[in-house]
């Protein structure tokens, strides 16, 4: 028996999208990969096994998706943030998204959601909405107030980038309007990424998008301490020793006497002017 995320999670029920005329999500039903782990530790070093062949089928480049046994170490580290929520039908994996809560007592609660994708069969079906809408169900009810996440700018992405953007199915700017549908918005701020997976290298092609998970106002502006504060947790998840590098002291230096962060469409080009103090 594997758990599940809860009966009320363990069916196609959003009220948003129908299942009428798409017969291949008939009994969808959803897992939690941290929970299966938590059951059933050969059990879910099975799953992972099952969920990162079609992961790396997605995510083709080794440089660009971080190793299986790297995630399988978070997955069972208590201390982790690391989640990764899949929809199956049957014993088939048919997409998944990783995703990291932080929790910091007295501190902003938010979440980092990462490598979204769906098995070329079912694309079109919607069925990256319902991965994601089920990975914001449980960043919210884990008391997530917002989330993150990196995507290629399409004005900085190489050639490359684009390839292995359209090998998951979706250009760059598609990419970004599907994001910018899921009311994702981005920061108005310069923005690199610590390196990653063993890599030496700082990755410069990206924006920050945002969401905001909580009712309320819609949040226009950040102060910037908080802005750096978020980066640099986030950043804190996947690397070490980058606050030494001359990479980071410049990243740095952008900020010096900004007061707030504007936040702004996602698909609109960012323009880096800041509220200043």
């Not at 694309?123 to 290629?152: K, W």
């Amino acid at each position: 028996m594997q758990p599940s995320l809860g009966p009320e999670q363990n069916s196609l029920t959003s009220p948003s999208i129908k299942n009428e005329g798409s017969p291949t999500l008939a009994g969808l039903q959803w897992l939690s990969m941290r929970e299966v782990f938590t059951f059933n530790s050969q059990a879910g070093a099975q799953m992972l096994s099952d969920y990162y062949a079609r992961f790396a089928e997605a995510f083709p480049a080794e440089d660009e998706r971080p190793a299986r046994a790297r995630l399988e170490q978070r997955l069972q580290d208590p201390s982790s943030p690391l989640d990764i929520v899949c929809a199956l039908k049957g014993n088939e994996i048919l997409g998944g998204r990783q995703f990291k809560i932080f929790e910091r007592q007295g501190d902003t609660t938010f979440a980092a959601g990462e490598f979204l994708f769906v098995i070329p069969e079912c694309r079109r079906l919607r069925l990256g909405n319902l991965i994601v809408e089920q990975s914001e169900r449980i960043m919210t009810s884990r008391g997530a107030s917002f989330a993150i996440g990196e995507f290629h700018d399409p004005k900085l992405c190489s050639e490359r980038d684009r390839a292995l953007d359209e090998l998951a199915g979706m250009t760059p700017e598609g990419r970004l309007q599907f994001w910018e549908k899921r009311h994702y918005r981005q920061f108005d701020a310069p923005y690199v990424c610590a390196p990653v997976f063993g890599s030496t290298e700082w990755i410069t092609n990206l924006t920050l998008a945002f969401r905001q998970l909580t009712p309320g106002e819609p949040i226009t502006s950040v102060p910037v301490s908080e802005y750096l504060g978020v980066v640099t947790r986030y950043w804190d998840s996947f690397s070490s020793g980058y606050r030494e590098s001359p990479e980071f002291t410049q990243f740095m230096s952008h900020f010096k006497d900004v007061r707030d962060i504007t936040i702004m469409p996602l698909t609109e080009s960012r323009t880096f002017s800041q509220s200043r103090g």
